[in-house]
T-cell receptor, first 114, second 117 residues
């Protein structure tokens, strides 16, 4: 059974710092991996989607990498800003799984202090 | 519409009441999904529709949970005889179907927060 773990559970950094959020998964037979952002009381905003054949994706100050063989993904945030404060969720979709049956981690709650 | 729309945003129910939660997906998205998110947890898959067909309902926790999408657009998640453990945020997501332009990316609504007293 696929399990997704995110470390750390919470992170507090000063503004301007570069940071890395970690996601690990137990079954490497994934179809894709998606990073989301969730603000308090809000839904999920898709940040980056990495297909199983890809190594990384970039969007602005965000860079996500995928190492399928080791079951790891990282989300790198450059020059963090207070507006980046949110919970970041990692989710994988398995091969053979129902479309949209994403398996989520519990998230990393990020706080960026001005 | 421009995004996935859910209503109501907040619902308080007494134990034993029935509730209905509505989801209006992004226009043109044939795939629709329901997730349940308990406090402090990641979302968990409940069920999946492609058009009006419910192709996977393996995540529904009990037969008190029922979802429908009769015309292949708006979907309703119904919970009968609510229990306290049903308290959670119910998220709806939509995506394009496999085929042209399909990436597997899901787009989520803001959720319906259900509190059962």
């Amino acid at each position: 059974k696929q399990e997704v773990t995110q470390i750390p559970a919470a992170l507090s950094v000063p503004e301007g710092e570069n940071l890395v959020l970690n996601c690990s998964f137990t079954d490497s037979a994934i179809y894709n991996l998606q990073w989301f952002r969730q603000d308090p009381g809000k839904g999920l905003t898709s940040l980056l989607l990495i297909q199983s054949s890809q190594r990384e994706q970039t969007s602005g100050r965000l860079n996500a990498s995928l190492d399928k063989s080791s079951g790891r993904s990282t989300l790198y945030i450059a020059a963090s800003q207070p507006g980046d404060s949110a919970t970041y969720l990692c989710a994988v979709r398995n091969y053979g799984g129902s479309q949209g049956n994403l398996i989520f981690g519990k998230g990393t709650k990020l706080s960026v202090k001005p | 519409g421009a995004g996935v729309s859910q209503s109501p945003r907040y619902k308080v129910a007494k134990r034993g009441q029935d509730v209905a939660l509505r989801c209006d997906p992004i226009s043109g998205h044939v795939s629709l999904f329901w997730y349940q998110q308990a406090l402090g947890q990641g979302p968990e898959f409940l069920t999946y529709f492609q058009n009006e067909a419910q192709l996977d309902k393996s995540g529904l926790p009990s037969d008190r949970f029922f979802a429908e999408r009769p015309e292949g657009s708006v979907s309703t998640l119904k919970i009968q005889r609510t229990q306290q453990e049903d308290s959670a945020v119910y998220l709806c997501a939509s995506s394009l179907a496999p085929g042209q332009l399909y990436t597997g990316e899901l787009f989520f609504g803001e959720g319906s927060r259900l509190t059962v007293l």
